[in-house]
């Protein structure tokens, strides 16, 4: 609490002295009156009267889940262009990109039996994955911890269904580091079973705790020949423990599992850009994103539907607060993230080709939690200045400013003057519900949304303020 | 997640060296291999087979709301006794204690015309209230935002309900800040408008969030006569924002409640107190505790469930680990913190009347969210070796540390050698649940909950092994 007084009762203190006798008190030349002030608006604002949680709830619940080429993918489309249009952005546009369509089909079915007790098991198939034949697969399993392990058998595979079991590492804090670990068994567990005459693979749903939602996501078969296609779905992880046990005292247990899913021709779609011109730069970017597609379980909630209110609510608030940037502020709610990333893709395209000058991009695309920090994805030379940011962001609770990735979306714009960062909210519950039925609106907290909110605008507010494509001088 | 690399990073590499030659490279001399091995121990116990998160949804499902006096506060004892007799510590024992014995009686009931249209008002007494009469209360209402604007009001007050309404600060980054500015309404509403004849208070719920659960909490008549006592209760947040517009519309509106609760006399019960005898000092104790009361609404999950199975949760670590503290490290579940403070009182005047030596004292009573710091109440002398301890708990995401109250339960044993600490969760969800019907079991993260445990514990493990009740030598 003592952090939040004295922010507080420094704002106070600022507001009361001019610009230039306050700055020689402060350590930091860029903790000075001015950001404090305007940090403090944006958190004000949006803690006190945002938009960004109503937006949310119409996006996810009047559309819901809305996967790339989905009717509900084109409606969000929609909504995003009525949104910023309605928010009064300088300019909004649609930029058209040719998406993967892969659809679920029929709800997945799957089950066994052990001593004549039928065992349902609640399943998804894995998006890109093709059907099962019409009467499903059935076949004993065998169980693996690793895509390694899974190759190591070889021959073993034959007429069988491989079940990838490795769990999240409970022990590593960061819910994202244990996903990292797990998710090759999603991506990659269904490109060398086919080979050796495996019928389907299995896999423990990546989630970081036990119940009963399966998880679907991406899964690739790379390019292996499609007659190696083998069905890939995913089963809940009370499912995957039940399962195991009951493979050790029955090893010959017949699994069976049916998905009708398929990927028919891609589809077209767009990214939804809004911006606001630069009074100073206007040809020069600065992109804030998220992911307008999502899941078709649930509804894209955390998965990206705050990362989407995140993003266009920056915009807002620098206008309602009067903050007129100096490069140009692109919102980006970016399609097809979760399947292809055609729409980064074809973003980051786009702008080399019209030779955009691109200044710094943010990407929120790690669930609404309570925010922690920021990640840095840039050059040595913007580093310390990035850091020396935290001091300012520090008493609203953002003190986890490290290096790493900054996200899927915009990392196709990385080049060696481009300062990318990704938005860290607390990582622990957002693996509860990604890719599941349960990513529903009711999860997200307004308070927690809105500290998202405003803390992405500080941060879009520094690198407009401090950031060019010349490195700062010192 | 830099920062949880390094910590890895760095237990890894002080596990392959010796204590004296890895004690000159850490710049702390409190910041050493043991201590981050100890530390890390302490979080992977918990995070991949803790046991708090089914000790909690046993009392929060099997036994639910326990306010004092109640069968279940009672039901909640002997969990508590047999639990910590299970967990296998040295003493357990219950500390009688005579509490409050306040009962809700039937639901209550409140509701008001406008336009010839009925408004339900969804409601509940404030703990420590009287009834109304049997046929309830109805009378004009006046809206005031604080207690000092009702006393203003003087002798207007006479035959009218005085409406207290000032909501949350929402800007206050801290939630518990935005309690702390307007719970007064709560607490001491009822003190003044009686004297001048009002009829009875309500008060808007202390709540983050607007939505139609009423918040139950205590109240006091201090010390006026009991002919001034008038009945007071609390209505939700949307029902406060309603009831005020409806006001200005219609300012003659009569509002209608009713309850039948009622304070019985003083009841018997127990602090519950488990040990584990320290090795060097063992008539020397840190205490660390939560509250086994809960209000009646909901099941008492984040208050304070999440703080009773934190503190047995600490003393399970201790031993499971194999760490043998020099003090004895006490884990108290405090009775009736809620409406008297009791089992507090009742505990450090056992402690004085002994003679004891307590050096230390952790409360966990702000929920089971995820861990952020901890506060410090203390001596100037050890403050500075207690913010030291930051840098080893930094990499679990503990950040904030700050000097501030540490908790209602322990305050009691304030001395001038004694340092106290609170633990400090993520705020901003826990007043949408306090004492309502909806503070459930469902509403607590397994990690969360975990990683609360994992960090009171390397706090304790850390108090006991450089506090003493003599200053620290420099």
Not at 42 to 56: I, K, M, P, R, V
Not at 289 to 298: F, I, K, P
Not at 383 to 397: H, Q, T, V
Request: overall charge negative; aromatic content about 10%; charged content about 25%.
């Amino acid at each position: 609490m003592k952090h939040y007084f004295l922010a507080v009762f420094a704002a106070l203190l600022l507001i009361s002295c001019n610009e230039k006798a306050t700055t020689s008190i402060v350590k930091n030349e860029t903790v000075n009156k001015t950001d404090s002030i305007a940090i403090k608006q944006f958190f004000n604002t949006a803690l006190s009267d945002g938009a960004a949680y109503e937006w949310l709830r119409d996006l996810t619940q009047n559309i819901g889940g809305r996967l790339s080429g989905s009717p509900e993918a084109q409606m969000a489309v929609e909504w995003g262009e009525k949104l910023m249009k309605d928010e009064g952005f300088d300019k909004v546009w649609l930029q058209p990109v040719m998406v993967p369509h892969w659809v679920r089909g029929e709800k997945e079915v799957a089950n066994y039996s052990v001593n004549g007790a039928k065992v349902n098991v609640p399943v998804c198939a894995l998006g890109g994955s093709i059907a099962t034949p019409n009467n499903g697969v059935t076949a004993e399993v065998i169980e693996v911890q690793s895509v390694e392990e899974a190759e190591a058998l070889g021959e073993k595979m034959r007429g069988k269904i491989i079940f990838y079991n490795r769990p999240f590492d409970a022990t590593l804090i960061n819910t994202g580091e244990a996903y990292g670990g797990c998710v090759g068994q999603r991506y990659s567990g269904a490109k060398i079973p086919g080979k050796f005459g495996a019928l389907g693979t299995i896999v423990r749903s990546m989630s970081s705790r036990q119940d009963d939602y399966p998880h679907t996501g991406v899964m690739s078969y790379g390019d292996i020949p499609s007659e190696e296609y083998i069905p890939t779905a995913a089963i809940s992880t009370n499912a995957a423990v039940l399962l195991s046990k009951h493979l050790k005292e029955n090893p010959n247990l017949k699994f069976y599992f049916k998905q009708s899913c398929e990927t028919l021709p891609d589809a077209p779609s767009f990214n939804v850009i809004g911006e606001i011109t630069g009074s100073e730069f206007p040809n020069k970017y600065i992109t804030v994103g998220g992911h307008l597609d999502s899941w078709d379980l649930g509804e894209g909630a955390h998965d990206d539907g705050t990362g989407i209110v995140h993003s266009i609510e920056v915009l807002s608030l620098l206008k309602r607060t009067g903050i007129k940037p100096k490069h140009t502020i692109r919102a980006v709610l970016f399609m097809n993230e979760e399947n292809g990333t055609r729409g980064a893709k074809k973003y980051a395209a786009e702008a080399k080709l019209k030779n955009e000058i691109h200044v710094a991009a943010l990407e929120s695309d790690f669930g609404g939690h309570t925010p922690r920090g920021f990640s840095y994805d840039g050059n040595d030379q913007n580093e310390e200045l990035f850091m020396s940011w935290k001091a300012l962001l520090e008493p609203y609770g953002l003190t986890d400013w490290s290096k790493g990735g900054a996200g899927a979306d915009i990392t196709p714009l990385k080049n060696e003057t481009i300062t990318l960062s990704g938005y860290r909210p607390d990582s622990q519950r957002y693996f509860d519900y990604h890719h599941t039925e349960i990513d529903t609106f009711d999860k997200v907290n307004l308070r927690e949304l809105e500290l998202g909110s405003a803390a992405m605008t500080s941060l879009i507010y520094l690198m407009d303020k401090y950031l060019d494509v010349e490195p700062v001088k010192k």
